[in-house]
């Protein structure tokens, strides 16, 4: 797969300079690390969120306002290093203490795990909320160890208002908590992304095949299949979602269709169509609806569904405002 880069092993830095380049009026990188944080800082709980580099644009794109205060970033599907976590860490603390969000995946819990004790011996309070959302990659009675995909924008949204609120520590990660409890994804692949340094396919597919749940890092899925038209695979993916989460008549939920990488918007806003057909006919209420590419693979071909089941508390931090450079509200 042709990509535009110059040395494959610039390409994170390259990128961080670039986006700063876009945005030097809000944000700011921080020296000696992959790591960007907002310019203006708050008296307030600090979240701080990061994974691996090619998901954009999550992380970097959710920091700003009612969002994340800084992002640690890693390699290409890499978690970021202990260091970078815990310079980000203290660049953003006011003393408040630290909320880290992120994806469930072993690299990063590891490296955020380490930065916690490093920050501890420096009296930085942190907690963690790790998003797990991906319903075919465990089921319900293990919801723990399901993987993080695109999850992260409602827990990411949820937290950042509860800050801005004036929460507590142990206020804020209660709250992110129960939405990374109540939100459930599941998605399709199409076609694979590559690694940029190596232009190696994440995973293969024939031409005429897609993959139910696979992870966005190329991780086995639940079921190969042929392709089927966009009614009819919709269907099967809301099924699963529908059991999983145990969301039911009378309930009221936001819907995020993301897109994971080279899906265009005309097709993802065929999918949210039938997505909000099945919804109405089941008599779930649905509060919001959102289609866009926030977790992406490179240019993997695919799309996943995520709902948040909606009670008055979440609500009410969902519709806060937020600003970042690919999110609003």
Sequence with gaps: MKKVINNPENVVKEMIEGFIFANSDKFRKLENVNGII????????????????????LFLGFVGEGLADGAAIGNVFAAPSPNTVQEVSKAVDTGKGV???Y???SGDVLNFDMAAEFLEM???????????????????????????IAGDVFVLKVAGAAAEKGLSLDEVTKVAQKASDQSFSM?????????????????TLADDEIELGMGIHGEPGMERSKLVPADELTEKLMDKLLAE?????????????????????????IVNRKVAQIL???????YDMDANSYCTTQEMGGFSISLLKLDDELKELYDAPANSPYYHK
């Design 38 to 57: 907002n310019k203006e800082g708050k008296d307030k709980v600090a979240i701080v969120t990061g994974g691996g580099s090619g998901h954009e644009p």
């Design 99 to 101: 909320l880290f969000i």
């Design 103 to 105: 994806g469930n995946y």
């Design 122 to 148: 420096e009296d930085i309070e942190t907690r963690t909320v790790t998003v797990a959302d991906d319903v075919a990659s465990a089921p319900y009675d293990r919801k723990k160890d399901r993987r993080g």
């Design 187 to 203: 998605g399709v692949a199409l076609s694979p992304g590559t690694i940029p340094d190596s232009g190696d396919p994440t995973f």
């Design 245 to 269: 989460s145990h969301i039911e008549k009378g309930d009221e939920v936001s819907v995020l269709i993301n897109g994971l990488g080279s899906t265009t918007l005309l097709e993802l806003f």
């Design 280 to 286: 109405n006919e089941k008599g779930i209420n649905v």
